[in-house]
């Protein structure tokens, strides 16, 4: 079977650690090699650049912030995400472009089409097969953030910008339903890892009942 590239993604506070634990355990429980890896991150310069990005005291230009989150992406295209595929060891990444329509297009207002110069500049036709997109009300990701000890810099943002990030996800994955499997994690915790666990049962063709 070929490797998959599957990515995780939806506004803070939208539950991703609690999901990724729950992916980890469906490729535990098949026996699948699967890579977990995160966005902006993944290699050393990556890391590096995430630190940058996320922290309050930088004053960044919403561009370079855009370039910036690319730079991190084709580094970890390349070290990262793809010689695993081609070694047959499928990817998990804790974010990748989506977030950059989402944050920077949705959140920031960069128009689509300067984003998709650069993700076909990057990536070229390497697209994640499917982006599993977290969604919850604005009022439960902000309570989320509010929770959380120091805020980084995309954290301090306005509840409009979280607004339009989440409907610029919501726009994405309404446009391309093919790629995308859109799950409530306002729910029972059950009930969240049994859709998740069916969607990842329904792309590598996992019978249930075996
Ligand atoms: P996040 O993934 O939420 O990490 P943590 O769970 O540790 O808080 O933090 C990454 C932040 O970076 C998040 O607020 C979204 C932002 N981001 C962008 O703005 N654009 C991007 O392209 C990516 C990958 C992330």
Known sequence: ???????????????????????????????????????????????????????????????TETLLMFAARRQHLEDVILPALSRGVNVVSDRFTDATFAYQGGGRGLPDGQIEILENWVQGSLKPDLTILLDVPLEVSLQRIERSREKDRFEQETADFFTRVRE?????????PERYAVVDSNRDKAVVRGEIEGVLDGVFGVDKAA
């Open 168 to 176: 610029a996800y919501l726009r994405r994955a309404a446009a391309a």
């Open 1 to 63: 079977m070929l490797a998959k590239f599957i990515t995780l993604d939806g506004i803070d506070g939208a539950g991703k650690t609690t999901q990724l634990n729950v992916i980890r355990d469906w490729f535990a429980a098949h026996r699948l090699p699967v890579l977990f890896t995160r966005e902006p991150g993944g290699t050393p310069l990556g890391e590096a650049l995430r630190a940058l990005l996320l922290s309050p005291a930088t004053q960044v230009s919403l561009h």
